[in-house]
């Protein structure tokens, strides 16, 4: 028989989001009549901005013809968006990002995890806890751990807790680590890191030589316009990070898939023999080898972002979501519970009620509410205690499932 990647025998049940859909499909199937409103995974509802569907309407017709037709293109992506990516969203901010940095890809959760690919397997790693569980379980997959303890938590990992007391905002490690993996606006907390608290970080990677993966999926959401957007806008970062973007949450994408990562030129990680290596040629050589790209029709979509339509309907997009933010905020704090985040980013995190576990409090919205949530636990050790809500949904559901929720938590 063929042998199997024993490291995927030492993660812990399922992924978080099939399991969620286990246990409401199982819920579901026994009330059929029962409306439930899914507040759980960070999926996005609404629809694709009109100036991206054109777009992708436009490139399709393209195809159709001999002249326009287009077959494989640049595993990169596409220069047109590439460098409207770098002018829009880095250059016009004042980070200093080029085109050719832009490596345009299928999605951040899947780039977060590939980029293990090129880097080393002896790295000492740190992740906060609560975390967004693909960093975790990409690590235990590529063998870069040992097995999980009774709380879930993997031998040869740094844990940084991040809870109300700091913010939920992780303490730079005593000790060494070579890579650390940064999300902000994060999810699952909501929380948000000013600029002289990433400089902390910066300054740390660059005086430990090691590697910052910045997940930035949330950026767009973000109401203060002194918080960073971009890892990139702090000084010295081009030397030691690595950011992670996507259309998914901005741009309603998450069906049609398109992200991007940046990798600066000139930022180096070392050989086995001490030799100084760039990081970009090697993702290139990754993306070369084991990527054909974005479809072309969706790359022309995530082009018109960058118009000024696009902008326009995109930036109402965030506020419609983000309003949806404001109100489950409101009724969970008049509910009476200790609510978190939900004012730079799509998701709020709530103490759950004395008495309930994270899955405790999930059983219980499910079954009299018939609201799905996202368990803190299901983010680590440290969310224990916690729950998330996402602020993507129609108004009405969002509304509705609010009416529901305090009905439940008043009885
Ligand atoms: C989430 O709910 O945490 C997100 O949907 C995860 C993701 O974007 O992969």
């Given amino acids: 028989m063929v042998q199997v990647n024993g490291n995927y025998l030492k993660l812990k049940a399922g992924y978080l989001f099939p399991e969620i859909g286990r246990r409401v499909k199982a819920f579901s199937e026994a009330n059929p009549t029962a409306q439930i409103i899914r507040l759980g995974i960070g999926d996005v509802t609404e629809p694709l901005p009109e100036a991206c569907r054109q777009a992708m ?30 002018q829009n969203d880095f250059q016009a901010r004042g980070a200093q990002v080029s085109a050719e940095e ?13 980029i293990l690919d090129i880097l080393g397997e002896g790295n000492r790693i740190a992740v ?16 870069r751990t040992g097995n999980a303890d009774e709380l879930g938590r993997y031998a040869g990992l740094t844990y940084l807790p991040i809870s109300a007391e700091n913010g939920f905002c992780a303490q730079i490690p005593s000790e060494k680590v070579d890579l650390i993996y940064l999300c902000f606006p994060n999810n699952p907390t909501g929380a948000v890191a000013s600029k002289a608290q990433l400089q902390q970080w910066v300054d740390y990677a660059l005086a430990n030589e090691a590697l910052i993966l910045f997940d930035a999926a949330y950026e767009a959401f973000i109401q203060d316009p002194e918080l960073p957007h971009s890892i990139y806008e702090i000084e010295g970062a081009r030397q030691c990070a690595i950011e992670f973007r996507s259309f998914s949450k901005n741009a309603g994408f998450t069906g049609t898939r398109c992200a991007l990562t940046v990798v600066p030129r000139g930022l180096m990680g070392k050989a086995a023999n001490g030799e100084a290596v760039e990081l970009w040629a090697l993702w290139n050589r990754r993306q070369c080898t084991k990527f054909n790209g974005v479809s072309y029709l969706v790359q022309r979509g995530a082009e018109a972002v960058y118009s000024a339509a696009g902008k326009a309907q995109v930036q109402a997009l965030v506020h419609f979501y983000m309003e949806n933010a404001a109100i489950i905020r409101r009724e969970l704090i008049a509910a009476g519970l200790e609510v978190y985040g939900g004012e730079q980013a799509p998701y709020v995190w709530v103490k759950t009620p004395a008495g309930l576990d994270s899955w405790g409090f ?11 949530g996202t368990p803190g636990s299901g983010f680590g050790a440290a969310g224990e205690g916690y729950f998330r ?4 949904n129609s108004r009405a559901n969002v509304e509705e499932a609010m009416a529901r929720l305090r009905a439940s938590l008043t009885n």
């Fill in 57 to 86: 309407q436009a490139a399709i017709d393209e195809l159709g013809t001999r002249e326009g037709f287009h077959g494989y293109g640049p595993e990169q992506g596409y220069l047109w968006l590439r460098q409207a990516i770098a």
């Fill in 102 to 114: 832009i490596f345009v890809s299928d999605g951040s959760k899947c780039d977060s995890a590939n």
């Fill in 128 to 143: 906060t806890d609560p975390v967004y569980p693909v960093y975790v379980d990409s690590n235990v997959m590529a063998g």
């Fill in 362 to 372: 999930f059983d219980r919205l499910l079954q009299q509410a018939h609201v799905v």
């Fill in 389 to 392: 809500l996402s602020a993507f």
